[in-house]
Every structure is written in structure tokens, then in C-alpha cells.
């Protein structure tokens, strides 16, 4: 694997959950790999290096979801983007702790992108494939000792 190289994550697929607020940044191009760093791996379809480290994937199909909220009723928003993140240690453990490939690939999207709990499974489970996919790919990033 270069240094330029994702390491691969094997995945398979599969409340009331806010809206993932996107730090702000520039907005994607969708016309292909974006890479504005050379030190920095290319990034899937619809995702943009920030200049903090952090990555924004503008998602190809927002992601519908509901908010309770107590004398109010419910709320729809849309979730359109997600951003990814380096993890720490304790993140690490957790997703090491799941007992398969599958539950491993969820835990490292929602620990990358601080969508946890209920919250990361409503929204990375009812994601395009596309996306679901460009997900995985960004969060392992994150895990190469090699970057």
C-alpha cells in the first residue's frame, strides 16, 4: 500500500437523530477526486479536505430524519453533509471491541464523525450506498499509521 493508499475496511449493509452541522469550508466539486495537498490521500467523490484536517463529505442523497421535540412534534430535517475526523485511542478500542468486519466499519464511521449511538446508525444506515461507501473510505483514513 502507497502512502497515498486508504487501507481497506469490509463492510456490510444493514430514532430521532439531529442534523449534522458541517463545519464551514468550501464546497465540493462533484466532478472527481479532490486533493489539494499532495501529502494528504485522495479523497472519494463529493469530499473535500478542510483546512483544520477534518474532512467534508457532501453527501449525494441527504439523509432524511425526525426530531421529537416535547410539545412540539416532530420536525424534519435533512442531513446533506457529514464531517470525518481523526479519532483518539478510546475511539480506537471501541471500534476494535465489535465482533465483526461490519460492525468494525459502522463504528469507525460514527467515531470519525461524532455521530454515536442512535444517532450515526439512523444516519449512516439510511445513506446512498455511494455514500455509505465514500464514509468508509474517509474514516479509514484516519486509522493509516502510514499518513
Known amino acids: 500500500m502507497s502512502k497515498h493508499e486508504a487501507p481497506s475496511v469490509t463492510h ?4 430521532p437523530i439531529q442534523q449534522a452541522d458541517a463545519a464551514p469550508g468550501p464546497a465540493p466539486a462533484f466532478g472527481g477526486m479532490q486533493n489539494d495537498d499532495e501529502d494528504k490521500p485522495k479523497l472519494p ?4 479536505w478542510q483546512e483544520d484536517g477534518t474532512v467534508l463529505l ?15 412534534g416532530p420536525t424534519e430535517h435533512k442531513v446533506t ?7 483518539t485511542g478510546a475511539a480506537m478500542l471501541r471500534i476494535q471491541a465489535c465482533k465483526d468486519d ?10 470519525s464523525s461524532g455521530l454515536v449511538g442512535f444517532t450515526g446508525d439512523g444516519i449512516f444506515k439510511r445513506m446512498d450506498a455511494r ?5 468508509t473510505v474517509i474514516a479509514s483514513i484516519f486509522t493509516n499509521p502510514g499518513l
Open 12 to 15: 456490510h449493509s444493514g430514532t
Open 45 to 48: 467523490k463529493g469530499a473535500v
Open 58 to 72: 457532501t453527501l449525494r442523497k441527504p439523509v432524511p430524519q425526525s426530531i421529537e421535540t416535547p410539545g412540539e
Open 81 to 87: 453533509s457529514v464531517v470525518f475526523q481523526p479519532m
Open 102 to 111: 461490519a460492525q468494525r466499519g459502522l463504528a469507525m464511521m460514527k467515531e
Open 131 to 135: 455514500d455509505f461507501v465514500a464514509s
